[in-house]
Structure formats: structure tokens, C-alpha cells
């Protein structure tokens, strides 16, 4: 089973400015992942797929890169909506597995 | 326009079995090219996968919870089923039904709004 590690578990940020997210798989995944934008009330969104192709509709300072073992999930220009926990997830192997998410929060 | 609908009773006692339904519309199972699955997030905690079918039959259950979970098909209402039987309070979560990835190689691009679903006496 692939675990895969997020850090850091919760990252304060201004709104404006940049945030950086990271994901770890425990083996390599290759360029299969996925990452998802969780509000609370609402079902996760996925915002980006292939490691890094952002889905439909999903805003340009939403970048993503990364293969095989290490990948990043970056948004610029923070929004007060932006504000959500992120999860990543691998669909190389089954289990497909999630990392156990960041919270991205208002400094 | 794809939308998946999860049903069920929100509360199940402990040591029965807890039965929800993906009603999905827009797209027939019998004829995709996806997968179709059940994620859960327990209060508090993160997302988990809990497994994923293709119509053909082929099903894949997250190891943890494979002696107790069972997803079927219908094909003629359009709609799959998870069933967890033995249930005790850890399966207290939302229950969210998604459409997985192409031939099982993709992200879950389609979920439902998800089912609540407490574990209590």
C-alpha cells in the first residue's frame, strides 16, 4: 500500500500571498496524482489531476508539479476563499490512497 | 450534466449493517469507462477511500475495511450500493459516492454532496 504524507498538517497564510503545499508518496506514483480542495458542508473538489493538469474550471493560480515521490500544490494570489484543506491522493497502485491533508488557514 | 445522489438512513446501531445507495444520473454505469466508488470522512479526520467497481465486475476494497464491505451494482436503476456490516462508532463519517477514475487509472473527478451516516445506540 502507498501511504502518502502531506506537510506541513496546517499552514497560515495572508491573504495575497502564496501558498506552498507538499505531498510525499512512500513509493513512486508516477505522475498519478491528484489533488482536492475540501471545504467544510461541501464534497471535495478536484483541482488538479496528472500531477499537474488543473481540472475544469479551476482557477490559474492553482499550479501544481512534481512526479514520482515528491509533488507540490501551489496558489498564488491567495483568496478568502481559497481557505479549505487540501488532500492529495495517488491512483497508481489500488488502495488509492490520501494523504491526510493540510489545512490551509487565515494568518 | 453528470450528478451522483447518495441515500440512506442517517443513523445505524451498532453491530448492524450500515446500507447507503449512489443514485446517478447523467451517465449510465452498464456503459462507462470509469470506475465508481465510496469515500468516507470519519468527524474530524481525513478522507478514506473505502473501494471502487467497474461494471464488469471487477472490485476493489481498501484492505482495512475489505472483510466488511460489500459494493454492488444495479444497472437497471442506475445506481450502486455500499453495504459495512458490523458497524461500531469509527464509522461515524460522510459517506460520499464518486465516480473514479478511467479504467481505475484516474482522480475522482465526480462526487455527491454526501450521506451522513452516525453509528449510536
Known amino acids: 500500500e502507498i501511504v502518502m504524507t502531506q506537510s506541513p498538517a496546517t499552514l497560515s497564510v495572508s491573504p495575497g500571498d502564496r501558498a506552498t503545499l507538499s505531498c510525499r508518496a512512500s513509493?513512486?506514483?508516477?505522475?498519478?496524482l491528484a489533488w482536492y480542495q475540501h471545504k467544510p458542508g461541501q464534497a471535495p473538489r478536484l483541482l488538479i489531476y496528472?500531477?499537474?493538469s488543473r481540472d475544469t474550471g479551476i482557477p490559474a493560480r492553482f499550479s501544481a508539479s512534481g512526479s514520482g515521490t515528491e509533488f507540490t500544490l501551489t496558489i498564488t494570489s491567495l483568496l478568502s476563499e481559497d481557505f479549505a484543506v487540501y488532500y492529495c491522493?495517488?491512483?497508481?497502485?489500488?488502495?488509492?490512497?490520501f494523504g491526510q491533508g493540510t489545512k490551509l488557514e487565515i494568518q | 450534466q453528470l450528478q451522483l445522489q447518495e441515500a440512506g438512513p442517517g443513523l445505524v446501531k451498532p453491530s448492524e449493517t450500515l446500507s447507503l445507495t449512489c443514485n446517478v444520473s447523467?451517465?449510465?454505469?452498464?456503459?462507462?469507462?470509469?470506475?465508481w466508488g465510496w469515500i468516507r470522512q470519519p468527524p474530524g479526520k481525513g478522507l478514506e477511500w473505502i473501494g471502487s467497481?467497474?461494471?464488469?465486475?471487477?472490485?476493489y476494497y481498501n484492505p482495512s475495511l475489505k472483510s466488511r464491505v460489500t459494493i454492488s451494482i444495479d444497472t437497471s436503476k442506475n445506481h450502486f450500493s455500499l453495504k459495512l456490516t458490523s458497524v461500531t462508532a469509527a464509522d461515524t463519517a460522510m459517506y460520499y459516492c464518486?465516480?473514479?477514475?478511467?479504467?481505475?487509472?484516474?482522480?475522482?473527478?465526480?462526487w455527491g454532496q454526501g450521506s451522513l451516516v452516525s453509528v449510536s445506540s
Open positions: 464518486v465516480r473514479d477514475g478511467y479504467y481505475g487509472s484516474g482522480p475522482f473527478d465526480f
Open positions: 447523467g451517465e449510465s454505469i452498464r456503459d462507462s469507462d470509469y470506475y
Open positions: 467497481f467497474f461494471h464488469d465486475g471487477t472490485t
Open positions: 513509493q513512486s506514483v508516477s505522475s498519478n
Open positions: 496528472g500531477a499537474s
Open positions: 491522493q495517488q491512483y497508481t497502485n489500488w488502495p488509492h490512497s
